[in-house]
Structures are given as C-alpha cells and as structure tokens.
C-alpha cells in the first residue's frame, strides 16, 4: 500500500496570495498535483498549515484525501513531512502541493525501482516526488523538527530513477513561474 503526502504548509509569500489555490485550465493548482498522484496511491494525506481553512475547502468531497492540520507549519516544511508521516502508515510518495504536471509513468517508474528511498530525475537533476519505504517512518519522525527531507533523504541509499518528465522540476514558487506554466500549458509546450 502506497500513500502519497502533499505539502501545503507555507505562506506563498513569493506569490502574494495562496498559490495553491491559483487555477491551471480552472483547476486549483492543488488539486492538480492530488489528480496527477491519486491514481497511484490508496490515500492522499493533504498537510494544511497557513492557508488551512482554504484548502480543505477545496479538497472538501474529493475521495480518499484527508486534509490534516500543522500547527507548526512556521517552524518549516519538515514539520509538515512528518505531520503527514504521522497521518499515514504504509510506503509514501512525497511531493510539494505546487508540482502539478509530474506524468504517471514517473510515478509507476518509482513503484517499480527498488530501494527505500527513490527519487526521479531528468536530465540528472533531480525532483520530485520522493518515495520513501514505510520503515524509515520512524527515523523521520524522531528527527528534530529543524531538519529537511532532503538531509534525510540522503542519509539512507538514494535509488536515482531516470525518467523523461520534466514535470519531475516544474514547481510554482513565484507569480512569475505560474504564468509561465500557465502559458507553457495553454501553448502545448509544456509536459
């Protein structure tokens, strides 16, 4: 049984109003990023942090997704991977809430490779999302709260899958970057 987690915890300062609600083809970007995994996993566990009431909103009705809350959502994203760890109890894929065009042959190319902990990569770099095997749950979950997952991550034998989805590296973080994948879409010159 996989899960996935998504992370919503942060401000969207860069962007200036809740990004993960900015809509792709009049589809929160969200909610993009929960459709393009929910095929793939038997739950989606939504960790919610500043912008929480909003974004249970929008997953109100959605099957097999639960939106948690993490009150410590200031201290970082790492609370927010383990709030979400603490939610699930089977292998998991992680992503930020703001990676909405990963392919689902990236994620059947992750079930599919072995090791604990894998992740995709185009072109050599590396993105998301990471899975991780139900028994580093608590490892990560007795880490201190200030840690990241990508130092986490790399203190366990990283399983590299190459894949061609450069999707895998498309993330929102400015107004700049969604209207450039907004256009890339509307264009067809986007994954």
Sequence with gaps: MIEGIILAGGYSRRTGENKMALTIDGVPLILCTANAMAPHVSRIVVVAGHHHEEIARLFDGKPNCEVVYNPDYPEGMFTSVQKGMEATKGDVFIVPGDIPLIKPSTYEAL?????????????????????LDQTLRDPLLKRDKTDNLKAFRDNYPLTVVDIDDEGILKDVDTMTDYKKLRNDIERGTSV
Excluded: N, S
């Design 111 to 131: 079930k599919k490779a072995r090791g604990k902990v894998r992740v995709p990569a185009y072109k050599g770099r590396k993105g998301h999302p990471l899975y």
